[in-house]
Nanobody
Framework: QVQLVERGGGLVQAGGSLRLSCAAS????????MGWFRQAPGKEREFVAG????????YYADSVKGRFFMSRDNAKITVYLQMNGLKPEDTAVYFC?????????????????WGQGTQVTVSS
């Protein structure tokens, strides 16, 4: 089992920035690709960003490309999501997820472990 804990959510004005972090604990000796998803009220959970085990491969949803950047520190067993130029439509609960394996994946069903989520609210 792997436990994931997200931090860094909050309320920010449009155009502002936030940095989310996700710390993993438990069975962390296996290689894991990591991802960030978000879910707004009344909407399905959607892919935001993914990163490979090595950190060499990153993928982003079109809606966040150029504004959000995902990174990882395997020594700290932590991944980050730097969110810049935030828009009201970015408002959602953001979830961190881990997928067993080394290659970044983009669909929720490919992920094995999920965090509880952290709320991000962007005011206009």
């Amino acid at each position: 089992q792997v436990q994931l804990v997200e931090r860094g959510g909050g309320l920010v004005q449009a155009g502002g920035s936030l940095r989310l972090s996700c710390a993993a604990s438990g069975r962390t000796f296996s290689p894991y690709a990591m991802g960030w998803f978000r879910q707004a009220p009344g909407k399905e959970r959607e892919f935001v960003a993914g990163i490979s085990w090595s950190g060499g491969g990153t993928y982003y949803a079109d809606s966040v490309k150029g504004r959000f950047f995902m990174s990882r520190d395997n020594a700290k067993i932590t991944v980050y999501l730097q969110m810049n130029g935030l828009k009201p439509e970015d408002t959602a609960v953001y979830f961190c997820a881990a997928a067993i394996g080394t290659i970044a994946v983009v669909t929720p069903k490919e992920y094995d472990y999920w965090g509880q989520g952290t709320q991000v609210t962007v005011s206009s």
